[in-house]
């Protein structure tokens, strides 16, 4: 009996330890980086993105059943209950009775996760084997709107939903859609060098944002279209090499490095029916120094805004100009003292005719409330903090709502305020960072909430940010499995008093008796913040997973990194690294102060900017054993015009600037391990700049280890080689530090 008795108490204490073993688990590369879904553990869960309808009561996901058909549903937002968004059969099978469509084409084209929808909702233009497709809810009928081996690329409808218009060629062409459907071009003298309603690659990337390539906006009652014109006859090209082919493939972008010659822009308008282009007359700017940053049309259809700036960005001009004689003149102009940034969407018009504009004039991004005719009516919001989004406007209340840095600069929050600036209220009252997506009428908003412990959770609030339903709480039971490194978010002071925000995950197993290396990451760039309460993705994983293995991993946001309004910024102009350095060290002072940590041994990495600064800092000081400098921007002169040019003006106007900033010139100081890696096909910041930086080492006799990634670009994409860079990097530092 005792016999008995002992085993069954064995094997209640061994059932009992199991969650506590389960709760263990040391995280692995392959957990985190496996090329495999089936392997790679999904630490993120699925989180719902909700989408408003324009009649602010439904909204559309993507279904969690992988099996659906259509995998859109169509979601009451007060109720919840859900149907399908729409006959999937009917549209498969109109797609199957097109020639040159076969059955498995149909069923994707059906079957879809997104759409482009018409303004109504009610029918859908597909881009799909470089023609243009249309189809309308119930129809028993698709249409094929283009039939040619050229490619048609940033199509779209008209306001009214009556024509759909695209580029082809670098022209601009618009189509009608009802029986009698005639395509017609707008433009005729596209070519690879003249761009009509298309954006090249440094406007895109540095002016309309990443990926954005669309370059013409519709007039409100559908009769006109604005478009940029880009010239890139002045632009020197770049050749991109692709190595791994036998035949290498060479890319040749037109790239304008800093002090180089930018396209040459001009704004046309042209009207729907076709015609002659009406030019801007922009005679007051010299064509060689001119930016067009946004563009868009008054509610009246009368005039076109757009926004200007000199090519050192040091202003912003608010212009109109009338689509019948090309004339302009300006409404209001911006400077600061250093330079004067765009904000996403920054205006907003109001039913009266006056608008709301997103400025940075007073060194915060702040309101203001304009009349018409381009009259400051009142500052909008004000204070010592950022707006960060505009989210939605309830014109009958007269309440604006947005996202703001008041209440933490680590986490984004949503607000509520008065167009006559009074009532400011948080509308969002958890800790972390809050993403607000409001109805048509402004009365509900979904919103899209996380932190540093807790993946995306999304839920429904009335506009005064009363719960009214979880919409998906995105439980990730396997986090609960391992055993993660407690975050820690710290403020750390430089030597003249600026607060940096920063952030320690400290070893699970962590023993203040001991002494632990450190493992940090920066960035380091003009406004771009790291240390953020919101969820992280793979690198957080890997930086937790080398706290199991015990390093204190470490990020500190320097002064111009932060975020703290652009004035944060200002700082650096026409010296890059200097100033970031200084307050890194400063971090680092404060954190070699602290008992548990060992000097000695003080790691950095980054990538991007972040490359270029662990560069840097591996040249400039010797706080650090080891570093990792991923896409590297050795020499300012090598990146391109508009991002450069912001911060550092021209390498004309400020040689010294760049000489002092640029790595390359400092490769004899190099102290520590290096590690530099380097995308193959990197078309932003060139390869160039990673050989460059080389050879200098090289001939000052300094060893440093080299990885370069075939058909990579300026990001690791293909998960075959991500999980190589991780564990290549774990190796590193694994054998280093």
Same mark, same amino acid.
């Given at each position: 009996?005792k016999?008995?008795?002992?085993?069954?108490?064995?094997?209640?204490?061994?059932?009992?330890?199991?969650?506590?073993?389960?709760?263990?688990?040391?995280?692995?590369?392959?957990?985190?980086?496996?090329?495999?879904?089936?392997?790679?553990?999904?630490f993120?869960?699925?989180?719902?993105?909700?989408?408003?309808?324009?009649?602010?009561?439904?909204?559309i996901?993507?279904?969690?059943?992988?099996?659906?058909?259509?995998?859109?549903?169509?979601?009451?937002?007060?109720?919840g209950?859900?149907?399908?968004?729409?006959?999937?059969?009917?549209?498969?099978?109109?797609?199957?009775?097109?020639?040159?469509?076969?059955?498995?084409?149909?069923?994707r084209?059906?079957?879809?996760?997104?759409?482009?929808?018409?303004?109504?909702?009610?029918?859908?233009?597909?881009?799909?084997?470089?023609?243009?497709?249309?189809?309308?809810?119930?129809?028993?009928?698709?249409?094929?709107?283009?039939?040619?081996?050229?490619?048609?690329?940033?199509?779209?409808?008209?306001?009214?939903?009556?024509?759909?218009?695209?580029?082809?060629?670098?022209?601009?062409?618009?189509?009608?859609?009802?029986?009698?459907?005639?395509?017609?071009?707008?433009?005729?003298d596209?070519?690879a060098?003249?761009?009509?309603?298309r954006?090249?690659?440094?406007?895109?990337?540095?002016?309309?944002?990443?990926?954005?390539?669309?370059a013409?906006?519709?007039?409100?009652?559908?009769?006109?279209?604005?478009?940029?014109?880009?010239?890139?006859?002045?632009?020197?090209?770049?050749?991109?090499?692709d190595?791994?082919?036998?035949?290498?493939?060479?890319?040749?972008?037109?790239?304008?490095?800093?002090?180089?010659?930018?396209?040459?822009?001009?704004?046309?308008?042209?009207?729907?029916?076709?015609?002659?282009?009406?030019?801007?007359?922009?005679?007051?700017y010299?064509?060689?120094?001119?930016?067009?940053?946004?563009?868009?049309?008054?509610p009246?259809?009368?005039?076109?805004?757009?926004?200007?700036?000199?090519?050192?960005?040091?202003?912003?001009?608010?212009?109109?100009?009338?689509?019948?004689?090309?004339?302009?003149?300006?409404?209001?102009?911006?400077?600061?003292?250093?330079?004067?940034?765009?904000?996403?969407?920054?205006v907003?018009?109001?039913k009266?005719?006056?608008?709301?504009?997103?400025?940075?004039?007073?060194?915060?991004?702040?309101?203001?409330?304009?009349?018409?005719?381009?009259?400051?009516?009142?500052?909008?919001?004000?204070?010592?903090?950022?707006?960060?989004?505009?989210?939605?406007?309830?014109?009958?209340?007269?309440?604006?709502?947005?996202?703001?840095?008041?209440?933490?600069?680590?986490?984004?929050?949503?607000?509520?305020?008065?167009?006559?600036?009074?009532?400011?209220?948080?509308i969002?009252?958890?800790?972390?960072?809050?993403?607000?997506?409001? !109805? *048509?009428?402004?009365?509900?908003?979904?919103?899209?909430? =996380?932190? $540093?412990?807790?993946?995306? #959770?999304? &839920? /429904?609030?009335? !506009? *005064?940010?009363?719960?009214?339903?979880?919409?998906d709480? =995105?439980? $990730?039971?396997?986090?609960? #499995?391992? &055993? /993660?490194?407690?975050?820690?978010?710290?403020?750390?002071?430089?030597?003249?008093?600026?607060?940096?925000?920063?952030?320690?995950?400290?070893?699970?197993?962590?023993?203040?008796?001991?002494?632990?290396?450190v493992?940090?990451?920066?960035?380091?760039?003009?406004?771009?913040?790291?240390?953020?309460?919101?969820?992280?993705?793979?690198?957080?994983?890997?930086?937790?997973?080398?706290?199991?293995?015990?390093?204190?991993?470490?990020?500190?946001?320097?002064?111009?990194?932060?975020?703290?309004?652009?004035?944060s910024?200002?700082?650096?102009?026409?010296?890059?690294?200097?100033?970031?350095?200084?307050?890194?060290?400063?971090?680092?002072?404060?954190?070699?102060?602290?008992?548990?940590?060992?000097?000695?041994?003080?790691?950095?990495?980054?990538?991007?900017?972040?490359?270029?600064?662990?560069?840097?800092?591996?040249?400039?000081?010797?706080?650090?054993?080891?570093?990792?400098?991923?896409?590297?921007?050795?020499?300012?002169?090598?990146y391109?015009s508009?991002?450069?040019?912001?911060?550092?003006?021209?390498?004309?106007?400020?040689?010294?600037?760049?000489?002092?900033?640029?790595?390359?010139?400092?490769?004899?100081?190099?102290?520590?391990?290096?590690?530099?890696?380097?995308?193959?096909?990197?078309?932003n910041?060139?390869?160039?700049?990673?050989?460059?930086?080389?050879y200098?080492?090289?001939k000052?006799?300094?060893?440093?280890?080299l990885?370069?990634?075939?058909?990579?670009?300026?990001g690791?994409?293909?998960?075959?080689?991500?999980?190589?860079?991780?564990?290549?990097?774990?190796?590193f530092?694994?054998?280093?530090?």
């Amino acid at each position: 009996m005792k016999i008995r008795q002992s085993l069954l108490v064995s094997l209640v204490l061994a059932l009992l330890s199991l969650p506590a073993i389960a709760q263990n688990k040391l995280l692995t590369i392959d957990d985190i980086f496996d090329p495999s879904p089936a392997r790679r553990v999904n630490f993120s869960g699925n989180p719902l993105n909700p989408r408003w309808l324009k009649d602010g009561a439904h909204y559309i996901v993507v279904s969690k059943d992988r099996n659906a058909f259509p995998k859109l549903l169509k979601v009451d937002a007060i109720s919840g209950k859900s149907e399908p968004l729409y006959d999937a059969a009917k549209m498969e099978a109109a797609f199957a009775s097109l020639p040159g469509i076969n059955k498995e084409e149909a069923h994707r084209l059906a079957n879809q996760t997104s759409y482009q929808f018409n303004p109504a909702e009610t029918a859908v233009l597909i881009n799909s084997a470089n023609d243009l497709f249309y189809y309308e809810f119930g129809s028993d009928r698709a249409i094929r709107l283009t039939s040619n081996p050229d490619e048609e690329v940033g199509e779209g409808f008209s306001p009214d939903g009556r024509m759909i218009s695209f580029i082809r060629g670098n022209n601009l062409y618009v189509e009608d859609l009802g029986l009698q459907r005639r395509e017609r071009a707008l433009t005729r003298d596209g070519d690879a060098k003249i761009l009509n309603g298309r954006l090249d690659w440094v406007y895109q990337e540095e002016l309309y944002g990443r990926g954005n390539f669309g370059a013409y906006w519709w007039s409100p009652d559908s009769t006109k279209i604005a478009f940029l014109q880009l010239d890139e006859h002045p632009v020197p090209g770049y050749p991109v090499v692709d190595q791994i082919p036998l035949d290498q493939n060479v890319e040749m972008t037109q790239y304008p490095k800093a002090g180089d010659p930018n396209p040459i822009v001009k704004l046309g308008m042209v009207n729907a029916a076709g015609g002659d282009v009406r030019w801007v007359d922009n005679y007051k700017y010299p064509a060689e120094d001119l930016l067009i940053v946004r563009v868009g049309w008054f509610p009246d259809n009368k005039k076109v805004w757009y926004l200007a700036q000199n090519r050192e960005q040091t202003f912003l001009d608010f212009n109109s100009a009338n689509p019948d004689d090309g004339k302009s003149s300006n409404v209001f102009h911006e400077s600061t003292k250093a330079w004067i940034g765009i904000n996403d969407d920054p205006v907003r018009w109001l039913k009266d005719g006056s608008f709301l504009w997103l400025s940075d004039r007073s060194g915060w991004t702040h309101l203001y409330h304009y009349g018409a005719g381009g009259n400051l009516i009142k500052q909008v919001t004000k204070g010592d903090w950022d707006v960060r989004s505009l989210d939605g406007i309830d014109q009958e209340k007269g309440t604006v709502y947005f996202s703001s840095s008041q209440h933490s600069f680590i986490a984004n929050q949503e607000y509520a305020i008065k167009i006559d600036a009074t009532g400011m209220t948080r509308i969002t009252t958890t800790e972390g960072n809050h993403r607000a997506s409001f !109805s *048509s009428s402004g009365s509900h908003f979904i919103d899209s909430w =996380n932190d $540093v412990n807790t993946p995306t #959770q999304v &839920r /429904l609030y009335d !506009s *005064s940010g009363k719960l009214v339903r979880a919409i998906d709480e =995105n439980k $990730v039971d396997v986090l609960g #499995q391992y &055993r /993660l490194g407690k975050v820690e978010f710290l403020n750390v002071k430089t030597r003249d008093g600026v607060n940096m925000e920063a952030m320690m995950i400290k070893p699970p197993d962590f023993d203040p008796s001991k002494k632990y290396p450190v493992w940090s990451y920066t960035y380091s760039g003009p406004q771009a913040p790291q240390v953020r309460n919101a969820w992280g993705t793979t690198r957080y994983f890997w930086h937790q997973m080398l706290a199991q293995k015990g390093y204190i991993i470490w990020i500190c946001d320097n002064r111009t990194a932060a975020d703290k309004g652009p004035n944060s910024a200002w700082p650096l102009y026409k010296n890059f690294g200097e100033l970031e350095l200084r307050d890194l060290e400063d971090g680092f002072t404060w954190l070699k102060s602290q008992p548990y940590v060992d000097a000695s041994r003080i790691g950095l990495w980054g990538w991007s900017y972040g490359g270029y600064m662990t560069s840097y800092a591996l040249t400039h000081s010797q706080t650090f054993k080891i570093g990792i400098a991923g896409g590297t921007v050795s020499d300012w002169r090598n990146y391109d015009s508009i991002y450069t040019e912001r911060y550092m003006l021209t390498p004309q106007h400020n040689p010294e600037g760049y000489r002092k900033s640029s790595p390359i010139n400092f490769a004899k100081d190099l102290h520590g391990k290096l590690l530099l890696i380097h995308g193959a096909i990197d078309d932003n910041v060139h390869t160039a700049n990673t050989i460059q930086f080389l050879y200098e080492l090289q001939k000052a006799g300094k060893q440093v280890q080299l990885m370069v990634y075939p058909k990579s670009r300026h990001g690791v994409t293909d998960p075959v080689l991500i999980k190589h860079w991780y564990q290549m990097m774990t190796d590193f530092v694994l054998g280093n530090l």
